[in-house]
């Protein structure tokens, strides 16, 4: 996370701090009511409620969507954590069960799991491929042209490319669900699962506090009215993503192999090659993202694995 952004989160939860501390007394400076105490005390361990959160971001109009492109966010899937996994892969590994992997992956790339999807309710079984991954899809649960259009125009490239691979911002979810959500805000779209509604709308709190978005008074006005249904819903603690890459260590050890490599290995740009019948020629094949010498010219699928 870049300095920026630390300093807007640690603000934005300042202010709701401060809002509950207001809260808690009385005109005359006495304490507050025990009910002002009990909804206090049903918060997260941060202290801080989503409408508490909600109230500290400010209401805007919406700007203009001109010059969005998705290219603003930086490529698609980034390897942001560089663990030599996408962030698709990593968020699939996180949000399915009973999963499987490509072999010569190093239990990176997915190929099967099954989801309980919390947008329709309903359990999904996913199975990697050209006709049926979109099965499943990654959502930004704040769109990123709906972040463009509430602040992410002023962010960095960086803090940009954060946000759209920012494993906080992102569920694996019903792929239908997904392409009717489109970039709708909650004004406009909420999961047809009720059950998921507060947790999607704090979920949504939180990344725009985290980014120094701001919300419409459409939108803001369609959270708080979710949240009026629970009061003491807290914003999801930001606990990033187990990566499928923590478990390359025990299959390694398992297959006698040092993949772990050192940082300078990771980083090496200085190992080429210009196809990969030279890969194979040389005994690299398959290479992984990550390794000297890969390159996205060399993986055609995209799968972090290239020259299979």
């Not at 390359?248 to 772990?260: E, F, K, L, V």
Request: proline letters at 4%; hydrophobic letters at 30%.
């Amino acid at each position: 996370m870049s300095s920026s952004i630390a300093r807007r989160s640690l603000a934005a939860f300042a202010s709701a701090a401060l809002l509950l501390g207001l809260g808690a007394c009385s005109a005359d400076g006495l304490s507050a009511t025990s009910d002002a105490t009990q909804a206090s005390s049903s918060t997260s361990a941060s202290g801080t409620t989503a409408l508490d959160v909600l109230e500290t971001l400010p209401v805007k109009g919406r700007a203009p969507k001109t010059g969005y492109s998705r290219d603003q966010f930086g490529a698609a899937w980034a390897d942001v954590d560089h663990n030599g996994c996408d962030t698709r892969n990593d968020v699939l590994n996180r949000d399915l069960t009973d999963v499987t992997y490509k072999d010569g992956t190093h239990d990176c790339v997915v190929t099967s799991g099954v989801l309980d999807d919390p947008y329709t309710g309903t359990r999904i079984d996913f199975t990697r491929g050209q006709d049926t991954s979109t099965a499943v899809q990654i959502d930004h649960v704040v769109a990123l042209s709906n972040a463009w259009q509430t602040g992410a125009q002023q962010l960095s490239e960086e803090e940009r490319r954060q946000l759209a691979n920012d494993p906080y911002n992102l569920l694996a979810v019903d792929g239908p669900a997904n392409q009717q959500k489109s970039d709708g805000d909650a004004a406009t779209w909420l999961p047809s699962n009720k059950s998921f509604r507060c947790e999607y709308v704090a979920r949504q709190i939180g990344v725009k506090s985290k980014y120094g978005l701001w919300v419409t008074q459409a939108e803001h006005d369609a959270m708080a009215n979710v949240l009026s249904g629970c009061p003491t819903q807290a914003v999801p603690t930001d606990d990033g993503v187990q990566s499928a890459g923590s478990q390359t260590t025990s299959q390694s050890a398992d297959n006698g192999q040092d993949t772990s490599g050192t940082p300078s290995e990771a980083a090496d740009t200085s190992v080429t090659y210009a196809n990969c019948a030279a890969v194979r020629e040389a005994g690299k094949a398959p290479l992984h993202r990550g390794e000297p010498g890969y390159s996205t010219a060399l993986d055609r699928d995209g799968d972090g694995v290239a020259c299979e």
